[in-house]
């Protein structure tokens, strides 16, 4: 596997030309995240010191989902990468690292993948007539899967259904933090579960405690909330992420152009708990969406459309 940018980021420090080089690309990545304009000469200065470090580990290093210092590790991959960030739809390489190369993930993806069209529902379901209520007891069954269930929820139901709202922001890294930390067997079984009717749907659809994780008071625009997702380095890296393994290809058999659904799954999984969070849209069916609208998007309607349509209508997911 390559790199990691925390790695590659002291080796590059403690090589003085590489040093300078950094430290270019920092502000030059700051300037871009206060969304200040850079003028030619700027520009011109911060692209030459991308090319600059040519081959460098820093230019190919990667991240893990599940380690530490996490978000540190994406800011360093986004200061080298940060001329990609200037379009909308320019994030075309995740800064994480392949999931199969990541020693410590031995899921078995086409298992996950098939999981959730309902083809493997017999050896989940036991028999239960509600799979995502089985789920639950076999999360209760790992200490560590409802210690950090019971976490997130008390933290996204607190406020909720009074005159506070709840903490939008806590909500976030507590479901973060269980989709990173618990074992994805587990997660997956309560995300993914195969319903056959809304009283499940309906346990399937709240598991991210919607309220408070997925939806505000008024629909915000799309566009609103992809700002809000570039401003944050594990937002952006998710996104990435995202458009990388789920990008819809029309021509392609499968609809994806990457071939690997299960690659995406675990990307829309990492999509929880961010600016960007999706969820299921109703209790009856397993489409999924964001909770946001496209309506007042003046001449960036098609923009804000195309994001929208990233979740609500994409073959590949």
Not at 112 to 140: E, F, R
Request: aromatic share 8%; charged share 25%; with cysteine.
């Amino acid at each position: 596997p390559r790199s990691n940018c925390l790695a590659a980021e002291q080796l590059c420090l403690s090589d003085s030309t590489c040093n300078a080089t950094y430290r270019i690309l920092e502000n030059c990545a700051l300037s871009r995240a206060r969304f200040l304009p850079l003028d030619h000469d700027s520009r011109v200065r911060c692209l030459n010191a991308e090319l600059e470090l040519g081959n460098s580990s820093l230019l190919h290093c990667k991240c893990h989902r599940r380690m530490k210092k996490q978000e540190h590790c994406l800011r360093v991959f986004w200061t080298v990468h940060s001329s990609m960030t200037d379009g909308y739809f320019n994030l075309e390489t995740s800064p994480y690292e392949n999931p199969a190369n990541e020693e410590h993930w031995k899921t078995d993806y086409n298992k996950l993948a098939a999981l959730v069209s309902g083809k493997d529902c017999s050896q989940l379901a036991g028999g239960a007539t509600n799979p995502c209520l089985k789920a639950t007891h076999v999360c209760n069954l790992s200490k560590k899967c409802v210690r950090l269930r019971t976490d997130y929820a008390s933290i996204c139901t607190r406020g909720a259904g009074s005159k506070d709202t709840c903490d939008r922001r806590k909500c976030h890294r507590g479901l973060r933090n269980f989709f990173e930390k618990v074992p994805e067997d587990f997660t997956k079984r309560i995300l993914f579960c195969p319903c056959q009717d809304e009283l499940c749907g309906e346990r399937r659809r709240k598991t991210i405690v919607p309220d408070c994780s997925f939806q505000y008071n008024t629909k915000p625009n799309c566009l609103w909330l992809l700002d809000s997702c570039l401003e944050d380095h594990i937002c952006k890296s998710r996104l990435a992420d995202f458009q990388q393994n789920c990008q819809p290809a029309d021509m392609s058999p499968d609809g994806c152009s990457q071939h690997n659904h299960a690659a995406c799954l675990q990307a829309y999984m990492g999509m929880i708990g961010t600016p960007m969070t999706p969820n299921y849209v109703s209790n009856s069916s397993v489409e999924v969406s964001l909770w946001c609208t496209c309506e007042n998007s003046g001449n960036q309607k098609e923009k804000c459309d195309q994001i929208f349509g990233m979740f609500q209508s994409n073959k590949c997911l």
